[in-house]
């Protein structure tokens, strides 16, 4: 297993061949440029400038405002539950851009191997599976359980065209998503997709929204959503039925 620091967060590397050294550069690189652009904690980068009055968003470069395009759609399609303006009206695109560069750095590893499991803080993104006992298995991703963080609420098999999982919660970070002015419940949110992006803002959007958010959103979308609302109950789509072995699920929200 390899690990750095990146974002403000880990990234750690699971692979049965190791990529090599000069494919982890690169991909350690990849998270270095995109956050170098759009960090509001490095002096400098284009969105602290633009934070601080020194850049307008038109005069941005085409990748800042290509992701503030893309959020403003993920904004439309959530109904505003996820949003890239903080409550200051500063343009915030964190809840998109680590999505954006551990998706990037995934066609980094595709490059050099079949089977890879990266995780950036709570994403995660694979392709293939693993080897137990001289098996072929699928990549399998704890859920932490909120209220206890040594514990695992389940596990999540990465299977079939399931290749992202991202979990959006307070129990580490606190109160860091804008929620909606009422009606928000859930303490934690994670999302099984097809691809990353999807699965990190969903939960982000979910866990900022309200339980009528969570039924428009697995609606509209194919992905598995599990929510801890703020008694600590569990709830699940049924895809989510086989994560949770030793728990019990309450009624399942949306289909």
């Not at 995660?124 to 001289?134: E, I």
């Not at 803002?201 to 609606?219: E, S």
């Not at 569990?234 to 309450?250: D, I, R, Y």
Request: negative net charge; glycine residues 12%; contains cysteine.
């Amino acid at each position: 297993m390899r690990t750095a620091r990146v974002m403000g967060t880990v990234a750690s590397l699971h692979a049965p061949d190791d990529p090599g050294d000069e494919a982890w550069s690169e991909v350690l690189g990849v998270f270095e440029r995109w956050e170098g652009v759009f960090s509001l904690w490095h002096a400098d980068s284009e969105l602290d400038r633009m934070a601080h009055g020194r850049l307008a968003l038109p005069d941005a470069s085409p990748l800042v405002r290509e992701v503030y395009a893309q959020a403003l759609g993920w904004r439309a399609a959530t109904r505003g539950a996820f949003t890239p303006h903080r409550p200051d009206g500063v343009v915030d695109l964190s809840g998109l851009v680590k999505a954006l560069a551990t998706d990037e750095a995934g066609r980094v590893l595709d490059e050099t191997s079949e089977s890879w499991l990266l995780g950036v803080g709570g994403d995660v993104l694979g392709r293939g599976g693993q080897a137990v006992d001289a098996r072929h298995e699928p990549w399998r991703c704890g859920v932490v359980d909120p209220g206890r963080r040594d514990a695992l609420l389940g596990v999540v098999e990465l299977t079939g065209h399931r290749r992202a999982v991202a979990t959006s919660g307070t129990a580490e970070r606190g109160e860091h998503v804008w929620r909606r002015e009422s009606g928000a419940v859930f303490t934690q949110v994670t999302v099984c997709a097809d691809d990353l992006v999807t699965a990190d803002v969903l939960a982000t959007a979910i866990l900022a929204g309200t339980p009528d958010d969570l039924d428009g959103i697995t609606d509209a979308w194919d992905v598995d959503v599990a929510t801890v609302d703020r008694d600590g109950v569990l709830s699940g789509t049924p895809g989510t039925l086989g994560w949770w072995p030793a728990c019990e699920v309450s009624a399942e929200p949306g289909r």
